[in-house]
């Protein structure tokens, strides 16, 4: 078994900076440019004050109050003809701006055409629910307060979709630790088999970057049935991996790793 580290507090030391490669932005063209736009631009200015506007990559994006969220998506819908909500969610600003930037995707089938709508909210602030418009917004929304803690005001059932009830943290935050923090280190074993347990049993080990294959600790030992803690035989031959049971299933190709090929050529 590997050694622990403690991860205590892992989460308020935030390890985000600006080292990564940043993508140069997509060329952007004028709203007046797409005649579509331009009329549905002209409508939605009418009625609300918009921020920011732009066409990209054949649609056209749109900044509004947050406060605004709700009558905007009400009016694509009823008068532009934006009728479906095919996504929503949010990007983590925290490090640089203090909050969220969060999205909603809609799309006209009669227009063929797509409106992105863009609000930022801080990160302690909330957001109406648009659940009420479009059903689809129901289990997006409670995906956005799950992974990233945005609260939706008016949302039927706000809770967590895919993390548990008790979970803490935020899981697609960028400060939120790749391998989990102190809590989700000790999260099963403590609901399985009680805090006393922790000493017999050890942390739960969440670097999915490291498989052994012949750890007899944690029964990664693919192709051999061995006893807990026995130690490995160097001399052993090798088993090949093949992910699927004695017989194969109808109709599937079972996994030979003897048969694949490894491809280095990643434009392919």
Same mark, same amino acid.
């Given at each position: 078994?590997?050694?622990?580290t403690?991860?205590?507090?892992?989460?308020?030391k935030?390890?985000?900076?600006?080292?990564?490669?940043?993508?140069?932005?997509?060329?952007?063209?004028?709203?007046s440019?797409?005649?579509v736009?331009?009329?549905?631009?002209?409508? %939605? =200015?009418?009625?609300f004050e918009?921020l920011? $506007?732009?066409?990209?990559?054949?649609?056209? &994006?749109?900044? *509004?109050?947050? !406060?605004?969220?709700?009558?905007?998506?009400?009016?694509?819908?009823d008068?532009?003809?934006?009728?479906?909500?095919?996504?929503?969610?949010?990007?983590?600003?925290?490090a640089?701006?203090?909050g969220?930037?969060?999205?909603?995707?809609?799309l006209?089938?009669?227009?063929?055409k797509?409106?992105?709508?863009?609000?930022?909210?801080?990160e302690?602030?909330?957001?109406?629910?648009?659940?009420?418009?479009?059903?689809?917004?129901?289990?997006?929304?409670?995906e956005?307060?799950?992974?990233?803690?945005?609260?939706?005001?008016?949302?039927?059932?706000?809770?967590?979709?895919?993390?548990?009830?008790?979970?803490?943290?935020?899981? %697609? =935050?960028k400060?939120?630790p790749?391998?989990? $923090?102190?809590f989700?280190?000790?999260?099963? &074993?403590?609901? *399985?088999?009680? !805090?006393?347990?922790?000493?017999?049993?050890?942390?739960?080990?969440?670097?999915?970057?490291?498989?052994?294959?012949?750890?007899?600790?944690?029964?990664?030992?693919?192709?051999?049935?061995?006893p807990k803690?026995?130690?490995?035989?160097?001399?052993?031959?090798?088993?090949?991996?093949?992910?699927q049971?004695e017989?194969?299933v109808?109709?599937?190709?079972?996994?030979?790793?003897?048969?694949?090929?490894?491809?280095?050529d990643?434009?392919?």
């Amino acid at each position: 078994m590997r050694p622990y580290t403690p991860k205590d507090d892992v989460q308020k030391k935030s390890y985000y900076t600006d080292r990564y490669w940043v993508a140069p932005q997509v060329p952007k063209s004028d709203v007046s440019e797409d005649a579509v736009f331009a009329a549905d631009h002209a409508a %939605l =200015r009418a009625h609300f004050e918009i921020l920011e $506007d732009y066409i990209q990559r054949g649609q056209m &994006v749109i900044y *509004i109050h947050p !406060k605004d969220n709700y009558a905007v998506l009400e009016f694509l819908r009823d008068h532009c003809g934006y009728t479906q909500l095919s996504e929503l969610s949010a990007i983590d600003w925290i490090a640089q701006r203090g909050g969220f930037e969060v999205f909603y995707q809609m799309l006209s089938m009669t227009k063929k055409k797509r409106i992105r709508v863009k609000c930022f909210i801080g990160e302690h602030e909330a957001i109406n629910s648009v659940e009420k418009l479009f059903r689809s917004a129901d289990w997006s929304e409670r995906e956005m307060y799950d992974m990233f803690g945005i609260k939706v005001n008016n949302h039927p059932f706000m809770k967590r979709i895919l993390m548990p009830d008790d979970w803490e943290g935020f899981p %697609l =935050r960028k400060t939120y630790p790749l391998q989990g $923090d102190e809590f989700a280190a000790w999260y099963e &074993v403590d609901r *399985i088999f009680g !805090k006393e347990a922790r000493d017999i049993i050890g942390p739960e080990i969440r670097d999915t970057a490291r498989v052994d294959r012949y750890d007899t600790e944690r029964f990664a030992q693919l192709g051999h049935e061995v006893p807990k803690g026995s130690t490995f035989d160097p001399n052993q031959p090798k088993t090949p991996l093949a992910y699927q049971e004695e017989g194969g299933v109808f109709l599937i190709e079972g996994f030979d790793e003897t048969k694949s090929k490894i491809i280095s050529d990643r434009k392919r």
